[in-house]
Structures are given as C-alpha cells and as structure tokens.
C-alpha cells in the first residue's frame, strides 16, 4: 500500500478496516514481506469478531492491558464504524509507553502479574523469514536481527522497538534492561538518528 493510500485510508475512510481488504493481495503468505499499516488495522478487525460483541471489543484493550499496567488514561481512538485503528491513534502519555516497554523487558510481567502469555514475547521477537530479506520484523516489532540488513549495527542486535509516526518510538533493549521512549516527532527523516542517539545512552549507562 503506497503512502497516500495509507493517508486516504486513515485520514479520509470511515471504515478503515474495509478500506484495507479492498486492496487485493499481491503474493502468496509468506513468500515475500513489506511493512503494511493495513495489516495492523486488519489484525485489530479480526480482534473484533473474535470477541462475543462490541461491548467487550470496546473495554478489551482498556481491561486487559491499560488498566493492568495502569495506564488509566490511554485513549484508542475509533474510526466510523467502530472499529479501533489497529496500526494507529492510540494515544498515551510517556511513563505509559514505558511501562508498555517493560512490559515486554519483563516477558509479559508487569509488577508481578502475567499480563501477555508465556512466549509470547519471544513470538513477538523472532523475525519472519520473508522479513529478513528486507528489514528483520516480528509480530507488530522491528528487530534488529544481525545480518545484511540490520536496521541498527551498533545498536545491540537484541534490540527491538514499536514505531510510531515521524519517530517516535519504544524501544527496548533487553541485552541492557534497558526502555527507550522517544515522543518527539521529526518530519524530516535526516534531522533525527535513532542508531546516533542509543550509541550515546549506552555509552553513558553502566554496564550490568
């Protein structure tokens, strides 16, 4: 899905989730791997059948995560059907996302509650085969997987982060039990470096 369809579809469509399975599929499941915001709002409609209704579709993300990590005042923003964006506007202040992070440094604990399965962390963090010919990604995660096309080479490769818009980004290290959150918004892709930036920190951190 080029940009501007992607601007059309969350900008423009009243229902997000419909507006991306009109697009056809190009490839056989797979065989070949391009990051797609589509993909993300179409994981969140299957969230939406699967559940009995949209009573407890509208308090899953809020009960079962949000309110757990306690963070009470996170808001996911719905499109005009309902459904919610899938592969954008949630919207969270900083320690949230941090605590988002920790979640996953942690395995899916959070102050001692088992919120996500066993596993799935490592689900989350294992790249998909097709995805190592591009850029190394895992289910809703970059990764930094070494190879010919590590995202950061001086990074640690355990390195692992959710993006968001224009930057903004948590990332998380776990090789350094380290949570990285980065809300700025840069719109200029050379005027911010991710790789730059986390160089510095480590190098100012102590080693464990």
Do not use: C
């Not at 009243?14 to 797609?36: C, I, N």
């Not at 079962?64 to 592969?87: I, M």
């Not at 919120?115 to 085969?129: C, F, H, K, R």
């Amino acid at each position: 899905m080029k940009i501007k369809n992607v601007n059309r579809m969350l900008m423009n469509s009243r229902d997000l989730a419909a507006f991306a399975a009109s697009f056809p599929v190009t490839a056989e499941p797979g065989r070949r791997w391009a990051y797609q915001t589509a993909s993300s709002v179409l994981l969140g409609r299957v969230i939406r059948d699967t559940l009995p209704d949209d009573d407890a579709y509208y308090h899953f993300a809020q009960r079962e995560l949000f309110n757990r990590l306690g963070a009470r005042h996170s808001h996911y923003q719905a499109d005009g059907a309902g459904n919610y964006g899938g592969g954008a506007f949630l919207y969270a202040p900083t320690r949230y996302w941090a605590r988002f992070g920790l979640l996953y440094l942690n395995d899916g604990v959070f102050a001692g509650e088992r919120i996500l399965p066993e596993g799935w962390v490592a689900y989350s963090t294992t790249p998909t085969p097709a995805s190592l010919e591009a850029r190394a990604y895992g289910a809703q995660f970059w990764l930094n997987t070494g190879g010919e096309n590590q995202w950061m080479p001086a990074v640690p490769e355990d390195a692992y982060a959710a993006h968001g818009h224009y930057g903004q980004s948590v990332i998380i290290i776990p090789s350094r039990q380290l949570v990285v959150v980065r809300m700025g918004q840069t719109f200029n892709p050379g005027a911010w470096d991710t790789e730059a930036f986390l160089v510095d920190l480590l190098d100012a951190l102590p080693r464990n």
